[in-house]
């Protein structure tokens, strides 16, 4: 190769190099910018949006937002279970059932709504929190609620109440 034309190669293997170059920085802080995200919580893409919250809080209002997130993992096709969690009339977390949309055996509706009012709160002590569940929890909900310190929990459209969370042995 003449001088020539080995000018031309370092050329090209410079802008080669430079291409490589900005796509691993522009990779790099998107990672980065992700990560970031992820430890506040959340991920890039993902929003924390405000809860509605009822005009006159008591436990038919909430009960009445446990089943209206029944209704939405229903039409969504889920299992029928809908959850909020609340503190001082405030609803701090709620979902609705992500077992068959997540793939995920544990995405019960009360649990989900648990990890939800940790997320928003940023905090894994929910004392003093009130959980309203379309039906009874399960035992594995109720240890969840138990761990994370939940006072009450109160279920069905008659808002019964299932005492303070225990662990069943």
Known sequence: MDRTGQGEQNCINASVNARRCFLAATSFCALTIGLSGSVMGQTSTETIDTIPQPSDPNDGAFMERAFMLRQQAI???DQGYGAVVVRDNVIIGQSSS???LDQDPTGHAEMAAIRDAARRLNDRDLSGAV????SRPCPMCEAAAFWSSVGQMFYGREIKSAGSPK???
């Not at 959980?131 to 379309?134: A, R």
Request: hydrophobic share 40%; charged share 25%.
């Open 75 to 77: 039409d969504l096709g």
């Open 98 to 100: 992500r077992v068959i």
């Open 131 to 134: 959980l309203y569940s379309s």
């Open 167 to 169: 662990l069943r042995g």
